[in-house]
């Protein structure tokens, strides 16, 4: 039975529809999740309906939406709908992008303020067509929050902004708490996977914002059941821990279409637990691993467990 998360993802665009390209193997229990049905999911789905707001929980038609809008916590996805790259895992529509909404940052700080949120995460789609990549457009973002909602701690989860010179610093700048960008597979598959990204690229990103403000805490993911080897994810952890990354996700990869790559394994929760463990041998202050974890999955306890866990680091050094 098809997640109820694609359906949301298919309203919003029909084009996304379930077609027989490539059958999608049955997902094994630990998997499968109930449909969203509370009062709670509705009011936060009206509530970004209201205020013109896309989140990324609908459009990559995460399976983790009915828990997290129960909680009213949203994932919200600035600069537009549409993506200019076509990355084969991603289930965000791709093509000509959206003119800039110039209140956005405004409306997604009241969004922030109506739900009283301790802990928000933004993310965008990549805007190669922009000047800056959008960087201007996060940081607005950031201070409108810091306005509305000067408790907030705020997660960003931003494009690579390849070829985009003094975008990182932009953002940097404008100081967000968490500073998320994922590798999302081993080098290998990146030109199956992710072609229009460079690895060593968005390595560079994360370690570039220790160098900018060691202060910010910086956070990268990736799926397994793409076709990765797990000598490669343990390569990958070493890779992010010479970038001196904080936080790692790894969570399953789940075909969003018959269009998108094909699931090459689903991966035990003993696993999971096994890349955890070997993550935190490595040094990572924090390492979320199940088969749904996603980037800002739970991002609220993670943000205190991880302030803590830098907290219980320092005094160890002292």
């Known amino acids: ?50 205020l013109n ?8 038609a995460c399976p983790n939406i ?5 909680n009213k916590h949203a994932t919200m996805m600035i600069l537009g709908s549409v993506c200019t790259r076509a990355c084969a895992f ?18 997604v700080a009241q969004a922030v303020a109506t739900l009283n949120l301790s802990h928000v995460v933004i993310t965008s789609v990549d805007r190669d067509d922009l000047d800056d990549g959008g960087a ?29 010179d003094g975008a990182l610093e932009v953002v940097v700048a404008a100081r967000p708490d968490v500073f998320n960008h994922n590798l999302e597979t081993v080098p290998r598959l990146y030109p199956s996977i992710r072609p229009g990204a460079r690895y060593f690229h968005s390595l560079q990103i ?38 001196d990354v904080d936080f790692m996700t790894i969570g399953q990869y789940l075909q969003p279409t018959p269009k998108h790559a094909v699931v090459d394994r689903f ?6 637990e096994a890349y955890a463990t070997q993550g935190q041998s490595k040094g990572f202050l924090m390492m979320s691993s199940t088969p749904l974890t996603r980037s800002s999955y739970h991002a609220d306890a993670d943000f205190a467990a991880l302030r803590a866990a830098r907290e219980a680091k320092l005094a160890g050094r002292s």
Do not use: Y
């Open 1 to 50: 039975m098809p997640s109820p998360n694609v359906k949301l993802g298919a309203e919003r665009h029909p084009e996304k529809r379930r077609n027989p390209d490539r059958p999608q193997p049955q997902r094994p229990d630990w998997l499968r999740v109930k449909a969203p049905t509370s009062d709670a999911f509705n009011e936060t789905r009206e509530l970004m309906r209201d």
């Open 53 to 60: 707001l896309v989140t990324v929980c609908e459009e990559a």
């Open 66 to 70: 009915g828990e997290c809008w129960a």
């Open 90 to 107: 991603c289930n965000v529509a791709t093509g000509r992008p959206d003119l800039l909404d110039p209140h956005e940052p405004e409306n």
């Open 136 to 164: 201007e457009h996060f940081a607005q973002t950031i201070t409108a929050i810091r306005a509305a909602s000067p408790l907030t701690t705020i997660e960003i989860l931003t494009p690579d902004f390849l070829r985009k």
């Open 206 to 243: 994360l370690a570039d914002v220790k160098r900018l403000d060691p202060s910010i805490f910086t956070k990268s993911g990736i799926m397994v059941g793409l076709g990765e080897e797990d000598g490669e994810v343990g390569q990958l952890m070493d890779d992010l821990r010479a970038a």
């Open 267 to 272: 991966v035990t929760p003993e696993q999971f």
